[in-house]
C-alpha cells in the first residue's frame, strides 16, 4: 500500500465492463488497459486518482455486502442443520440413531473416540508427545540395576505380541492399533539407523547366531560386548528402548485410547452442525479459487457449502477431475483432451459458405487441417461427416453430405430450386449454415472445457468442466476407477450411495481447507451420513428433512407450519414425542445425555438414606396416622417404612413430606 494499491478484485475477476463496453465514461469502449480494469498505480501516500477511487470503493463496497449477507446465510445454514441433526446420539450398542431408532452410523466416526477428547489430528493420542513423556518417566538408569536395551528387530516382535493380547484386540480398532504398530517400527528404524551412522551393527534383523528360542530374551548389551563404548554410550543416550518404557507407553496410550471413547448419550448431532456451522461465519461469501491452473475456477466458501448441504442438482462450477494412463507424458494428456472436450463444427473449420446453383444448392466446409492436427483431434473427414448426419436437430441424411476433396465437404439442403420458391430456399441454406457452426464434431456434448493440470513431479490431471461422469470414464486414456465428480447427485446416479457419501465428505473438507480451517471428519461423517442414510441424497432444506423426519411437531417447528399442522389433521398422523423439538414443545425431558435411561424404582423397598446425629423410625398407616417414632442419638440409618396406601414426595433435613389418600401433610 506504500508503493502500490494494486489490482482491485470484484467477484474474483477484474472491474466488469459497464456503461456500453466500458467501465468508465473516462476510457475508450471496449478498453483494455490496467488502468480501465481496476489498476489502481497510486498508493495512499500519493493519493489515488478519480477513476481509481471509483474502483477502489467498488471492491470495498464488495466486502461491506458480503458481511452483511453473509450473517444471514449462515445463520439461516446453521439452523438448518441444527433441526436436521439434533435429535442423532449415541447408544449403548456404539451406534448413532435417531429419536425413532434409525441407525445413521454403526459406530460414531466409525471409531466411536470424541472428537474434543483427542490430543490432535483427530487421533486419540499424540505418539511422539508421549513417547518423550515416557523417556523422562522411565529412567535408563536405576539405583540398583540397569534396563537392559532391546534390538530393533526384537522391539517389532515384542509389540506385535503385546497388541495382540486381547486386552488391546477387545477395545482398540485394528486402525489405530496398525497406526501403534507403525509408530514402535518407527523407532525401531530410528535407532538402527543411529547404531549405523556410529558404527553399530544395525540389527534391524535378527542375527544367524541367535538361536529363536532366545529371540525374547536377547539384549543389546550382549550383541555389542565387542563394541566401541562411546559409540554405544552416545546412543543409548539419543534412544535407548527397554522393555519397561515400551510397556508403560503401551500401557499409557491404551489408557488414553480408552478415555477417548465417545460417552452413550452424546448429543453428537447438535455438536457436528455446530461445528461445521460456526466456521461457515468465518468465510467470505463469494469466493473463487483457482484449482492450480488458469482459467479453471471452482467455487468455494459459502456459496459451496450450500450446494453441497441442499444437494443441488445443478452447480455453479461442476469439474470432473480424470486419472491418466499415461500421466507422466504431455503429449498423451493433449489426446485425452481432445477426446473428452467438445469440440465444434465451427472451431476447426477454415470456411462454412453457401454455394448456390441453377440445379442445387449446398453448404460448402473447408476444414482446417492445420487446427485439427495442433488440438491433436482424433478426426478425419468420414467422422465429421457422420457427426453432421446424426446431428439430431440438422434433420440431414447421409446421403445429403458428400467428401469431395480431403479437406472439403458439401453438405445438401435436401431441396431443389424447382421444388420451392427463391425466398423458402434462401431461409433454408441461412438456417443451416449457422446450425453447422454448434454441431458438435467430437468429444462430449456435456464436457464445456478441459484443462491439463500439472500436480507436480512430472504428472498430469485432467480438469473438464461439465458434466458426463460417465463418458469420461469411459474414454480410452483415463482409468476410470481413479476418475471422480465434485457434484454429488451425478455420483450418486453413476456410482452409487456410498460414492456420494464419500463426495460429500471430501468437498465439505476441501472447502474448509481451502480457507484454512480445520473440522473434525467425524462431524463431516455424520452429515453425510444423514444425508445419505435413507437410499439417496437428500439436502438439508424443508423438503429434504420432511423425507428424514416423520414428527408432525418438529417439521411444524421447521418450516411450513400451517401446512404440516394440517396435513396432520387431515390425514390423521400421530406423533410419538419423542425427538428434541417435540419434547421441548410439550415440556418433557429429552432422551439425550441423562434423559435416554430410565430407573425402576421398587416400592415396596424402604427409603434409606445417612444420618449423621439421630436414627429415627417413623410409621404411617394408610389413613395417613402415624403409628410410633423411635429415636436413638447414634450414628446409624433413618428409615420410613410406607405402606402401601401411601407415597414419599421429598426428604429433607428436617422434615418428610408424604401424599396420603386423601391428606397431604408434613412429619
Request: hydrophobic share 35%.
Amino acid at each position: 500500500m506504500v508503493a502500490s494499491v494494486g489490482q482491485q478484485i470484484v467477484s474474483g475477476s477484474r472491474i466488469a465492463n459497464g456503461f456500453s463496453n466500458r467501465t468508465l465514461p473516462h476510457f475508450f469502449k471496449n478498453a483494455k488497459t490496467p488502468a480501465a480494469k481496476g489498476f489502481v498505480r497510486n498508493s495512499f501516500y500519493s493519493g489515488l486518482s478519480p477513476t481509481e477511487f471509483f474502483f477502489h470503493a467498488i471492491s470495498g463496497r464488495e466486502g461491506l455486502v458480503d458481511t452483511a449477507v453473509k450473517t444471514a446465510e449462515t445463520g439461516y445454514m446453521q439452523r438448518r442443520l441444527m433441526k436436521a441433526l439434533e435429535d442423532l446420539s449415541t447408544q449403548y450398542d456404539t451406534s448413532v440413531r435417531n429419536s425413532v431408532g434409525d441407525v445413521v452410523q454403526f459406530t460414531y466416526g466409525d471409531d466411536g473416540l470424541d472428537p474434543s477428547c483427542l490430543e490432535g489430528d483427530g487421533f486419540p493420542v499424540e505418539f511422539v508427545r508421549n513417547w518423550t513423556y515416557v523417556e523422562s518417566l522411565v529412567p535408563t538408569t536405576t539405583n540398583t540395576t540397569t534396563p537392559l536395551g532391546m534390538p530393533p528387530y526384537l522391539v517389532s516382535i515384542f509389540v506385535d505380541s503385546e497388541l495382540s493380547r486381547p486386552l488391546y484386540t477387545n477395545i482398540c480398532t485394528k486402525f489405530w492399533l496398525d497406526t501403534l504398530k507403525a509408530f514402535c517400527n518407527s523407532l525401531a528404524t530410528k535407532l538402527a539407523d543411529l547404531r549405523s551412522a556410529y558404527g553399530l551393527p544395525r540389527y534391524d534383523q535378527p542375527p544367524a547366531t541367535v538361536p529363536s528360542l532366545d529371540n525374547n530374551n536377547v539384549y543389546l548389551e550382549d550383541l555389542d560386548a565387542g563394541c566401541d563404548h562411546a559409540a554405544r554410550t552416545v546412543v543409548n543416550q539419543k534412544l535407548h528402548i527397554t522393555k519397561p518404557r515400551l510397556l508403560k507407553f503401551l500401557e499409557i496410550c491404551l489408557k488414553k485410547y480408552q478415555s477417548s471413547k465417545i460417552e452413550p448419550g452424546t448429543a453428537v448431532g447438535a455438536l457436528g452442525a455446530q461445528s461445521i456451522g460456526e466456521p461457515g461465519t468465518q468465510m467470505t461469501l463469494k469466493t473463487f479459487h483457482f484449482a492450480g491452473v488458469a482459467s479453471m475456477n471452482v467455487t468455494l466458501g459459502v456459496p459451496r457449502i450450500k450446494e453441497i448441504i441442499n444437494a443441488a442438482k445443478v452447480i455453479s462450477t461442476p469439474i470432473i477431475t480424470a486419472k491418466l494412463v499415461s500421466e507422466n507424458s504431455l503429449q498423451s494428456a493433449r489426446i485425452v483432451k481432445g477426446r473428452i472436450s467438445k469440440c465444434l463444427l465451427g472451431e476447426i473449420s477454415e470456411c462454412i459458405e453457401e454455394v448456390y446453383r441453377p440445379s442445387q444448392c449446398y453448404i460448402g466446409i473447408k476444414l482446417d487441417l492445420n487446427t485439427i492436427n495442433l488440438l491433436q483431434l482424433e478426426l478425419d473427414l468420414d467422422a465429421v461427416a457422420a457427426a453432421i448426419a446424426m446431428a439430431p436437430k440438422l434433420k440431414i441424411g447421409h446421403h445429403n453430405v458428400k467428401v469431395y476433396y480431403p479437406d472439403r465437404l458439401r453438405v445438401f439442403v435436401g431441396i431443389t430450386t424447382k421444388d420451392a420458391s427463391l425466398s423458402v430456399l434462401h431461409y433454408r441454406m441461412q438456417k443451416l449454415r449457422r446450425q453447422l457452426c454448434n454441431i458438435v464434431v467430437c468429444g462430449s456434448r456435456n464436457i464445456i472445457r478441459s484443462v491439463i493440470n500439472d500436480v507436480g513431479k512430472n504428472s498430469y490431471v485432467l480438469l473438464a468442466e461439465g458434466y458426463g461422469l460417465r463418458e469420461v470414464m469411459n474414454t480410452d486414456g483415463v482409468i476410470g476407477t481413479k476418475t471422480t465428480t465434485n457434484h454429488i447427485i451425478e455420483t450418486q446416479h453413476v456410482l452409487g450411495i456410498e460414492a456420494a457419501r464419500s463426495t460429500i465428505i471430501n468437498e465439505i473438507q476441501y472447502t474448509m481447507h481451502s480457507h484454512g480451517m480445520s473440522i473434525d471428519p467425524r462431524h463431516v461423517m455424520l452429515l453425510g451420513d444423514i444425508m445419505t442414510f435413507k437410499g439417496e441424497v437428500l439436502g438439508i432444506t424443508r423438503f429434504g428433512v420432511a423425507k428424514m423426519k416423520d414428527s408432525v411437531m418438529m417439521l411444524a417447528s421447521f418450516e411450513k407450519t400451517t401446512d404440516h399442522l394440517f396435513d396432520a389433521a387431515v390425514y390423521g398422523k400421530s406423533d410419538l414425542i419423542e425427538g428434541v423439538s417435540e419434547r421441548i414443545i410439550m415440556g418433557t425431558q429429552m432422551n439425550i445425555g441423562t434423559g435416554m435411561f430410565k430407573l425402576l424404582y421398587d416400592q415396596d423397598a424402604p427409603i434409606t438414606s445417612t444420618s449423621t446425629s439421630t436414627t429415627t423410625t417413623t410409621t404411617i398407616n394408610g389413613n395417613g396416622n402415624q403409628l410410633g417414632i423411635e429415636n436413638s442419638n447414634q450414628n446409624q440409618n433413618q428409615t420410613i417404612s410406607l405402606l402401601p396406601d401411601q407415597s414419599c414426595i421429598g426428604i429433607s433435613d428436617d422434615s418428610i413430606t408424604f401424599e396420603p389418600r386423601p391428606l397431604l401433610f408434613d412429619v
